[in-house]
């Protein structure tokens, strides 16, 4: 991961953590609003996960980059 890419990460991070504390100050905390949270952390940090940290560990293997 390049400067570049953590600094891009450490941004969305920071907005993911905005906009939760924005829903979580908005609503009261239920069932519904933590599977929001837990569902839009999902769909922001795994493609990043899927993109950066796992091709890394494969290419530690040996592995090709698909």
Avoid: Q
Avoid at 11 to 21: A, D, G, I, M
Wanted: include cysteine; glycine fraction near 4%.
């Amino acid at each position: 991961m390049t400067n570049s890419d953590k600094f891009r990460f450490v941004c969305l991070t920071l907005l993911w953590v905005l906009l939760v504390c924005i829903v979580v100050s908005s609503n009261p905390l239920s069932l519904r609003v933590i599977f929001i949270i837990i569902a839009s952390g999902i769909v922001v940090f795994v493609p990043i996960y899927k993109k950066y940290l796992r091709n890394k560990n494969e290419n530690a293997h040996g592995r090709k980059n698909r």
